[in-house]
């Protein structure tokens, strides 16, 4: 059965710099696109990063571009979030998830209703 666990969530001061874990089990990972989400309370789940799995494209929401980088090590079933200079605005529950159809991103690669597989967050805290 396919499971993704993410870990690597903390408190950090801004300007500080995290990385976030996503294990999958169960899942063939080199066959899918797959994406990071954070979601605020009282805020919808955003949309951070995506990240193709044949050619390695990535895309990224604009409140990050520049500060995180998404990655995949195919050999441990694991995606990567890099995060740098981060921000009070970045505070959130952060997730990953597989796309349900395809090994690339999609043009809008934002919806979540187009994502398997969620795990169950990890907490990512930044003071003002």
């Known amino acids: 059965q396919e499971k993704f666990v993410e870990t690597g969530g903390a408190l950090v001061q801004p300007g500080g710099s995290l990385t976030l874990s996503c294990k999958t089990s169960?899942?063939?990972?080199?066959?899918?696109?797959t994406a990071w989400f954070r979601q605020a309370p009282g805020l919808e789940r955003e949309a951070i990063s995506c990240?193709?799995?044949?050619?390695?494209?990535?895309s990224y929401s604009d409140s990050v571009k520049g500060r995180f980088t998404i990655s995949r090590d195919d050999a441990k079933d694991t995606v990567y979030l890099q995060m740098h200079n981060l921000k009070p605005e970045d505070a959130g529950i952060y997730y990953c998830?597989?796309?349900?159809?395809?090994?690339?991103?999609?043009?809008?690669?934002?919806?979540?209703?187009?994502?398997?597989?969620w795990g169950q967050g990890t907490q990512v805290t930044v003071p003002a």
């Open positions: 990240l193709s799995s044949n050619n390695g494209n990535a």
């Open positions: 169960g899942f063939e990972l080199p066959n899918w696109a």
């Open positions: 998830a597989a796309e349900k159809w395809y090994w690339y991103c999609r043009q809008d690669w934002t919806r979540p209703s187009d994502y398997i597989y």
